[in-house]
């Protein structure tokens, strides 16, 4: 089938309906993912802009391969900022880790350098609305959708403790057209001091807390999610992002990994697997 630039477009708004899904990215995203990753690593680039959102001054490119034409985001920060460890690896290494518990939240990133400089560039998924403009406008979610985006509230706190992302906004959560959620910006994650190895950023005794003081929770998560915890093992972790994480920063996955699973099954002890699971 002969692709056309109407491809991007349409990757990320294929309908799904709104019941406990596996994954934010269709079956037909999935199987596309192979080829934005080529795409993003050989396309040329036609033109580029500063994005003018960001401390970390990402730049939107312009892409075309063929007769394909596709928008991506480049980042490089590097060091130090504002006393946080800010890599653009670490947008590839969420992305790598998503695919490997089979999350299907987090964009296609993969390395290439611009202007002799290394960098990320990542996928840019096309949205309707991030949860700002939800909260601003006071745009209201559907009420067939409210149970799935409340469900993916929590799958996406729980998912940021993995990777000690402590940098969540309302701006870098986005939803598509029929209300899935996608997560970006990861240029924080994978914090490795002994505050973010022993600590959750979520939960009953997470790091963050509401302004009287109250933990943000992860009440209810899918069954898959769990069970992808459960399997995951250091090895994979390093097969899957050692190239772009160092041995503590992969530690630091595996602790909270151990410390997530813990905070799970004291949930289910406490209200019962069927009140946490789904």
């Known amino acids: ?85 800010e890599g653009w690896q670490y947008e590839i290494a969420a992305y790598r880790l998503d695919k490997l518990i089979g999350l299907n939240i987090v964009p296609p990133a993969v ?14 998924a096309t949205s309707e609305r991030s949860l700002l403009k939800v909260m601003e406008e006071r745009i209201p979610i559907p009420e067939s959708a409210l149970e ?45 001091s002994t505050e973010y190895t022993d600590n959750l950023i979520f939960g009953r005794n997470g790091l963050k807390r509401t302004a009287d003081g109250k933990p943000f929770l992860f009440r209810r998560l899918p069954r898959w999610f769990v069970e992808s915890l459960r399997k995951l093992d250091y090895q994979s972790i390093k097969e899957a992002v050692g190239p772009y994480l160092t041995d ?5 996955v595996f602790k909270r990994r151990t410390l997530l ?10 209200s019962g697997e069927d009140k946490v699971l789904y």
């Open 1 to 85: 089938m002969r692709r056309s630039n109407i491809i991007p477009a349409m990757l990320f708004l294929v309908f799904i309906s709104f019941i406990p899904a596996r994954a934010q990215f269709t079956a037909e995203e999935i199987a596309q993912r192979p080829f934005w990753e080529e795409f993003l690593k050989t396309a040329e680039i036609v033109r580029s802009e500063e994005i003018g959102e960001g401390v970390t001054k990402p730049l939107k490119f312009y892409l075309q391969k063929a007769d394909v034409q596709s928008k991506a985001c480049w980042k490089n920060p590097s060091g130090l900022r504002d006393g946080f460890l």
């Open 111 to 124: 390395e290439r350098e611009f202007n002799g400089k290394p960098g990320a560039l990542i996928y840019w």
């Open 148 to 192: 799935h985006t409340d469900n993916m509230k929590y799958l996406v706190r729980a998912w940021d403790c993995l990777v000690a992302n402590d940098d969540r906004t309302q701006q870098n959560i986005l939803y598509t057209k029929d209300w899935r959620m996608i997560a970006i910006d990861h240029s924080q994650a994978f914090r490795s």
């Open 248 to 252: 503590r920063e992969m530690d630091g």
């Open 261 to 270: 699973l813990a905070e799970i099954d004291a949930m289910i002890k406490e």
